[in-house]
């Protein structure tokens, strides 16, 4: 079994910053792409940035510029850096990995249990 645990989430003004870091725990042979996911209620949850192991990214274009995305392999950890925040970066923020428990499992995705990160105007 593999977990992701996520923290950092809360409460900001516009304009400010916080961090997610998310934390792999289990059986892990592998850790693949590492992402942040974002749901509003009543919407689609969408891709707001992936990292590759070698460390390729890629950004939803609302927050490019504004966050970063970041990991450590050998913590299986990921982090979200946001800056200049805005309203509408107001979501839960669900932490994502694609991971191998053992040499002859096969890929499978796991999900954070989400933390919520409101912008106030």
């Known amino acids: 079994q593999v977990q992701l645990v996520e923290s950092g989430g809360g409460l900001v003004q516009a304009g400010g910053s916080l961090r997610l870091s998310c934390a792999a725990s289990g059986s892990i042979f592998y850790m693949y792409t590492m992402g942040w996911y974002r749901q509003v209620l009543g919407k689609q949850r969408e891709l707001v940035a992936a990292?590759?192991?070698?460390?390729?990214?890629n950004y939803v274009d609302t927050v490019e510029g504004r966050f970063t995305i970041s990991r450590d392999n050998a913590e299986n950890t990921v982090y979200l850096q946001m800056n200049s925040l805005k309203p509408a970066d107001t979501a839960v923020y669900y932490c994502?990995?694609?991971?191998?428990?053992?040499?002859?499992?096969?890929?499978?995705?796991?999900w954070g249990q989400g933390t919520l990160v409101t912008v106030s105007s």
């Open positions: 994502n990995a694609v991971v191998r428990r053992t040499a002859f499992d096969q890929f499978r995705e796991v």
């Open positions: 990292i590759t192991r070698d460390g390729s990214t």
